[in-house]
């Protein structure tokens, strides 16, 4: 009589394990923490000022943006060093927020001083710009970055002309960077 292995407790551990990592990291559950994180009577009122103009279109607020800084990222590896993004990953705009988007990314800096890298991609219906400067990457349009550090945040203040052709001027002040979830691993 031949017997089959019983099956390896750490191997079901493992897959549960998993399962409930590959649950957590759905835009689904995603969009479920940040209304909650919205809702809850401790949340912080929101930090983040932006205003971009792209063409002749303006647009300016105060929102609950995700600001973060990843300590992972080299000059080299793809990794956003800065990025700052409108709404979070997976998340509609609350009712009162602006229900624009926008996103900001920063690879490390190979030199001090030097921010000639960077994506910035703008979305309003129907109006939209995009910049893309990255090395190894299909370029989108043209410009720069300039970062001013104060305190805890960074203002970024971008200039360019969108792969469109419509000029591009934005200034994001994200006023603090809180600990990152360890987005993408």
């Not at 551990?13 to 409930?20: P, S």
């Not at 979305?123 to 995009?130: D, V």
């Amino acid at each position: 009589m031949r017997y089959l292995p019983r099956p390896d407790r750490s191997t079901a551990r493992l897959a549960i394990a998993l399962l409930a990592i590959a649950l957590a990291t759905t835009p689904a559950a995603a969009q479920r923490r940040a209304a909650a994180r919205r809702a809850s009577a401790d949340a912080p009122p929101p930090t983040t000022s932006a205003t971009i103009a792209v063409g002749s279109a303006r647009y300016a607020g105060l929102v609950d943006a995700q600001c973060a800084i990843d300590e992972r990222a080299t000059p080299s590896n793809g990794r956003f060093y800065y990025h700052a993004m409108y709404p979070w990953f997976g998340a509609r705009p609350a009712a009162d927020q602006p229900q624009w988007r926008f996103e900001l990314g920063l690879p490390r800096p190979a030199r001090v001083g030097t921010n000639d890298r960077f994506v910035f991609s703008f979305l309003n219906g129907t109006q939209s710009g995009t910049i893309q400067t990255l090395a190894n990457a299909q370029r989108m349009g043209s410009g720069t970055v300039r970062l001013t550090r104060h305190g805890a945040g960074v203002r970024f203040d971008v200039d360019g002309r969108s792969k469109e052709g419509d000029a591009i001027h934005a200034t994001i002040d994200c006023a603090s960077f809180p600990s990152s979830e360890g987005a993408g691993g």
